[in-house]
């Protein structure tokens, strides 16, 4: 979820879907939007934050930073992939932006792992 503030001062939360990072070690989070649903809040608060919750294993992290709008086709193109096509599209759509966001906060939470005598363990 990427939670922004509105020009009101509400927070609002929509889902994501992160784009394929470019390499193992990159913290940033990038993912595309379009340029209609965050784009005007973004550009009044730039302060996000983005969480991520694992229904499997109950894994949580939570980022808190500055977003970033890139309309540079060519870090949208880096970007692009299968998964984010099925939800937009078309990557010649001209409505397409990415969305960086870049962390000054992560905090994550790891649930203990049950062991077969019933004990847990961190």
């Excluded at 784009?19 to 209609?36: E, K, M, T, W, Y």
């Excluded at 996000?48 to 970033?68: E, M």
């Amino acid at each position: 979820m990427l939670t922004s503030r509105a020009s009101n001062g509400l927070l609002h939360s929509c889902g994501i879907i992160p784009a394929r990072p470019l390499s193992l070690s990159q913290v940033n989070v990038v993912f595309i939007s379009n340029n209609a649903s965050k784009f005007e809040e973004l550009q009044n608060d730039s302060s996000v934050n983005i969480s991520f919750f694992d229904t499997l294993s109950s894994r949580r992290v939570s980022f808190a930073g500055r977003a970033n709008i890139i309309t540079d086709r060519a870090v949208i193109k880096q970007h692009w992939s299968s998964k984010i096509a099925a939800y937009f599209g078309d990557l010649g759509d001209e409505c397409l932006v990415a969305i960086e966001v870049i962390p000054d906060e992560i905090r994550y939470w790891v649930a203990p792992l049950a062991h077969a005598h019933g004990s847990e363990s961190v």
